[in-house]
């Protein structure tokens, strides 16, 4: 390969690629190439499911043809990674899932549309936990992914390949969902930027549901500018969503470098718990002292029911996602069992062969939990607890601060098979991420150091519905005080 987009000072971020594309210094089909080149010669870390050479450059071409016109549009040209749970009637869409391993869409999801139209070359399809259920991407049917810091350890999950793609810069940034934190925690376990937006920012149309009251989908990239410029392209109303909310959609990027001088900013004590790792803590501390240097107002705040919601998660998630999931049954998608003998037959065998353990761990919990007698004690309970946490943050924001900082993991990344049998402690990976998700607010996570084993460490800014700005503006004027965003991998 000739083209060298990575050295010691230069990245692959948005800005510069539109830069070196609108000059004409570097052809769309040229950069796709490029990705496309990448991608294959670090395959061995696991982070595509399928790429979409032939289409991509397709895209690549009408891009160049666009930008030879003068045009320009905000994506234009640039090369994006998906993760395989967003439908694209190109290529196939397996959600990491055997059951629909061969599947291939009638129809782009909305986010797919608006991505395209932004001008977008969508080259690749990116691996995840199977359906986004899991927080190590080992759950995927076809391959785990590697972390690009240590390949012996987990990038995190569910969306493993789109965090690890942008740390390896196979991607300049990608798209990812987040349930219960799969945005955030591969952020944070691959040193890298990623927002999950307001519960009801961005349409849901085309991603294939886990837990619809609580899916979203959003941006992961090399800093807070990236994210914000993808996050404005995929957000607003969508007619074909109807929990997609009619809310302006702010200029997120250009918006970015507003002065947060005096914003308050809130660190709950509940985040910061027992067995949590000492080096995220310290980590942590240091980036209040950053934002105290920035003119921040750093004040210590409760979210008293934070303890409540890994427990209340594992009960909404699982009964949403049992009756999402009911649709995969052999006759209407992808894999069916053969030589069944009746039609109830047919369904079981096919769900037994063709879901993975985990999902059917969660389907079989939120069958039970949904079912007669347990559905007050259990769902109903749940959902009066998830209230509960959104009037803590409501709370809190009202009386005492602008956004919140909070750790996005109690510990950096774990090794590969280290967490695989015991599903309890693989579900409190999510502590910090998970109260978010329930009470719908939205929350990034970005790089603010390092441990001793030069594991990337990620810190959460959180913010009140529809404020995502805050949330860059805070992310941005830290960004640019502090270089963590800008590392590498070795060897990357
Ligand atoms: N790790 C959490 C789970 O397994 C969150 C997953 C997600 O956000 N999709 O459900």
Same mark, same amino acid.
């Given at each position: 390969?000739?083209?060298?987009?990575?050295?010691?000072?230069?990245?692959?971020?948005?800005?510069?690629?539109?830069?070196?594309?609108?000059?004409?210094?570097?052809?769309?089909?040229?950069?796709?190439?490029?990705f496309l080149e990448r991608a294959k010669?670090?395959?061995?870390?696991?982070?595509?499911?399928?790429?979409?050479?032939?289409?991509?450059?397709?895209?690549?071409?009408?891009?160049?043809?666009?930008?030879?016109?003068?045009?320009?549009?905000?994506?234009l040209g640039v090369p994006l990674a998906?993760?395989?749970?967003?439908?694209?009637?190109?290529?196939?869409?397996?959600?990491?899932?055997?059951?629909?391993?061969?599947?291939?869409?009638?129809?782009?999801?909305?986010?797919?549309?608006?991505?395209?139209?932004?001008?977008?070359?969508?080259?690749?399809?990116?691996?995840?936990?199977?359906?986004?259920?899991?927080?190590?991407?080992?759950?995927?049917?076809?391959?785990?992914?590697?972390?690009?810091?240590?390949?012996?350890?987990?990038?995190?999950? @569910?969306?493993?390949?789109?965090? &690890? +793609? =942008? $740390? %390896?810069?196979?991607?300049? /940034?990608?798209?990812?969902?987040?349930?219960?934190?799969?945005?955030?925690?591969?952020?944070?376990?691959?040193?890298?930027?990623?927002?999950?937006?307001?519960?009801?920012?961005?349409?849901?149309?085309?991603?294939?549901?886990?837990?619809?009251?609580?899916?979203?989908?959003?941006?992961?990239?090399?800093?807070?500018?990236?994210?914000?410029?993808?996050?404005?392209?995929?957000?607003?109303?969508?007619?074909?969503?109807?929990?997609?909310?009619?809310?302006?959609?702010?200029?997120?990027?250009?918006?970015?470098?507003?002065?947060?001088?005096?914003?308050?900013?809130?660190?709950?004590?509940?985040?910061?718990?027992?067995?949590?790792?000492?080096?995220?803590?310290?980590?942590?501390?240091?980036?209040?002292?950053?934002?105290?240097?920035?003119?921040?107002?750093?004040?210590?705040? @409760?979210?008293?029911?934070?303890? &409540? +919601? =890994? $427990? %209340?998660?594992?009960?909404? /998630?699982?009964?949403?996602?049992?009756?999402?999931?009911?649709?995969?049954?052999?006759?209407?998608?992808?894999?069916?069992?053969?030589?069944?003998?009746?039609?109830?037959?047919?369904?079981?065998?096919?769900?037994?062969?063709?879901?993975?353990?985990?999902?059917?761990?969660?389907?079989?919990?939120?069958?039970?939990?949904?079912?007669?007698?347990?559905?007050?004690?259990?769902?109903?309970?749940?959902?009066?607890?998830?209230?509960?946490?959104?009037?803590?943050?409501?709370?809190?924001?009202?009386?005492?601060?602008?956004?919140?900082?909070?750790?996005?993991?109690?510990?950096?990344?774990?090794?590969?098979?280290?967490?695989?049998?015991?599903?309890?402690?693989?579900?409190?990976?999510?502590?910090?991420?998970?109260?978010?998700?329930?009470?719908?607010?939205?929350?990034?996570?970005?790089?603010?150091?390092?441990?001793?084993?030069?594991?990337?460490?990620?810190?959460?800014?959180?913010?009140?519905?529809?404020?995502?700005?805050?949330?860059?503006?805070?992310?941005?004027?830290?960004?640019?005080?502090?270089?963590?965003?800008?590392?590498?991998?070795?060897?990357?």
């Open positions: 390969m000739t083209l060298d987009l990575l050295t010691e000072n230069e990245d692959v971020t948005l800005s510069r690629l539109k830069k070196l594309l609108s000059s004409k210094e570097i052809s769309s089909v040229e950069l796709t190439k490029y010669s670090k395959d061995d870390l696991g982070c595509f499911l399928s790429l979409t050479e032939e289409e991509a450059l397709k895209q690549a071409n009408k891009a160049d043809e666009k930008i030879a016109k003068g045009e320009d549009a905000p994506l998906i993760k395989d749970v967003l439908t694209t009637d190109f290529g196939t869409t397996t959600c990491a899932s055997k059951i629909l391993e061969n599947y291939h869409s009638p129809f782009n999801a909305t986010v797919i549309n608006k991505m395209l139209d932004a001008g977008a070359v969508l080259y690749g399809k990116t691996n995840l936990d199977e359906f986004a259920m899991g927080s190590s991407n080992e759950n995927s049917s076809f391959k785990p992914v590697k972390n690009p810091w240590d390949t012996e350890r987990v990038p995190g999950g @569910s969306s493993g390949g789109s965090a &690890a +793609a =942008v $740390a %390896a810069r196979i991607a300049p /940034a990608s798209l990812g969902t987040d349930t219960g934190g799969s945005i955030r925690q591969p952020a944070a376990f691959c040193g890298i930027t990623g927002i999950k937006p307001t519960y009801g920012r961005v349409s849901r149309y085309g991603l294939v549901a886990y837990a619809s009251s609580l899916d979203q989908i959003g941006p992961l990239g090399l800093s807070a500018e990236d994210c914000a410029l993808i996050t404005r392209v995929i957000s607003g109303k969508d007619p074909l969503d109807s929990t997609s909310m009619e809310m302006e959609v702010p200029a997120f990027d250009t918006e970015i470098s507003k002065d947060i001088k005096g914003m308050k900013v809130g660190v709950p004590k509940e985040y910061f718990i027992d067995g949590m790792q000492s080096e995220v803590s310290e980590a942590l501390a240091e980036a209040k002292k950053v934002l105290s240097d920035l003119g921040a107002e750093i004040v210590e705040i @409760s979210l008293p029911h934070t303890d &409540a +919601a =890994v $427990a %209340a998660y594992y009960i909404i /998630a699982p009964a949403e996602c049992s009756s999402n999931l009911a649709r995969f049954d052999g006759i209407k998608y992808g894999y069916r069992a053969e030589e069944t003998h009746d039609l109830f037959d047919l369904y079981a065998e096919t769900r037994s062969e063709g879901f993975g353990e985990e999902v059917k761990r969660r389907i079989l919990i939120g069958t039970y939990v949904l079912s007669s007698g347990y559905y007050d004690a259990y769902y109903l309970k749940a959902q009066k607890v998830r209230r509960l946490i959104q009037n803590d943050f409501l709370q809190a924001f009202e009386d005492k601060c602008d956004v919140i900082l909070a750790p996005t993991a109690p510990t950096t990344p774990f090794k590969i098979g280290e967490n695989i049998n015991d599903p309890l402690a693989m579900y409190l990976n999510d502590i910090f991420t998970i109260p978010l998700n329930l009470a719908g607010m939205p929350g990034m996570s970005l790089p603010c150091g390092f441990d001793g084993k030069n594991l990337p460490i990620g810190m959460q800014l959180i913010a009140g519905p529809w404020q995502e700005q805050r949330i860059f503006n805070v992310a941005h004027a830290y960004q640019d005080a502090t270089d963590w965003h800008t590392r590498k991998p070795e060897g990357v």
